[in-house]
């Protein structure tokens, strides 16, 4: 059992596919088929210090789902931070309220630091530039869906410099075999560390600029927003602002199974007229975040899924 969850290095390859696994059969509950009340009485804390609607929401349907309830920091505008009161005082209350809590920050290192200071789990909701487990949960259980394994040709776009959701889940890939290629501007590469990292596990790395050239061999293209909030400047922002874009046409020649992802928000990554064609595969991505995250909170307080492992 995992006490919190703020990398995917928290988590075994064992109890990945656990999860991936319990999460299947937790599909009928998250869709409100069957009232599964597996966390009744369960409190989970929603402290979120940046903006989210999938992560946030998904979490409120996964406890509700399942019997469980929600508390939320709610708007930071109208909460005791504009006082000045600091993150670890603030997690010292949701520690003493809840009995699990996710957190999002802007700041990098701010999930383990919020973990240091507290009894209850704490699971990462997405720490600035770093780490966005929860997200990497629901996209391997995507992937795990469409192509029944994981030991693939994956491309990710866009933002991988300051992009929590591709870190988090080139880690979990390159342990589960996948072939990655990171496409981005120079400006906005998969950070050094993060390849050296990966290329030291025995994971086969290709870096390009090129998107187009690198779609037909693609099993899952993982496109991302290119994030405005996290540049220093913005005449930066603006150089790279709409570099990667797809569209129906672009997808003519790709493999027939490949599926398209984004972890969503989107701005003009993917065109509307992609969203009915066969490789759309977003808005199934982003409704996966309630069972994956059913599955987490079940195995975080250790409840047994029925027909589950
Ligand atoms: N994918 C994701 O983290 O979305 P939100 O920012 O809306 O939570």
């Known amino acids: 059992m995992v006490a919190d969850l703020i990398t995917m290095d928290d988590l075994t390859n064992e109890q990945i596919n656990t999860l991936l696994n319990n999460a299947e059969k937790l599909l009928p509950a998250a869709k409100g088929d069957e009232y599964l009340p597996l966390l009744e009485g369960k409190l989970l804390g929603n402290m979120f210090f940046e903006p ?37 005082d603030t997690m010292k209350m949701v520690d003493g309220y809840c009995d699990v809590a996710v957190l999002r920050h802007p700041r990098q290192g701010a999930a383990q630091y919020a973990a240091d200071a507290c009894a209850i789990p704490i699971l990462n909701g997405g720490d600035g530039a770093g780490h966005h487990p929860t997200q990497t949960l629901l996209d391997l259980f995507t992937i795990r869906q469409a192509h029944g394994r994981l030991d693939l040709n994956v491309v990710m776009v866009g933002d991988l410099r300051y992009g929590r959701t591709v870190h988090s889940l080139s880690h979990a890939l390159a342990r589960f075999g996948a072939n990655l290629t990171f496409i981005a501007p120079p400006t906005l590469s998969m950070p050094e560390e993060i390849i050296q990292d990966l290329e030291e596990g025995g994971a086969n790395i290709t870096v390009s600029e090129d998107l187009i050239s690198n779609l037909q061999t693609a099993d899952v293209i993982y496109m991302t927003r290119i994030q405005k909030e996290r540049f220093p400047d913005e005449d930066e922002y603006q150089k790279v602002a709409g570099i990667y874009k797809l569209a129906r046409n672009d997808l003519r020649d790709v493999k027939e199974s490949m599926i398209l992802m984004h972890p969503l928000p989107r701005v003009d990554e993917i065109h509307p007229n992609v969203d009915d064609t066969p490789h759309a595969a977003y808005f199934d991505q982003a409704f996966n975040g309630v069972v994956a995250r059913m599955a987490l909170l079940c195995h975080l307080f250790d409840v047994a899924i029925p027909g589950g492992e």
């Open 52 to 88: 989210s609607t999938r992560t946030r929401m998904s979490f409120e349907t996964a406890m509700k789902r399942l019997g469980g309830n929600v508390v939320n920091l709610g708007a930071l505008a109208s909460s005791s931070v504009t006082k000045g009161e600091t993150l670890f």
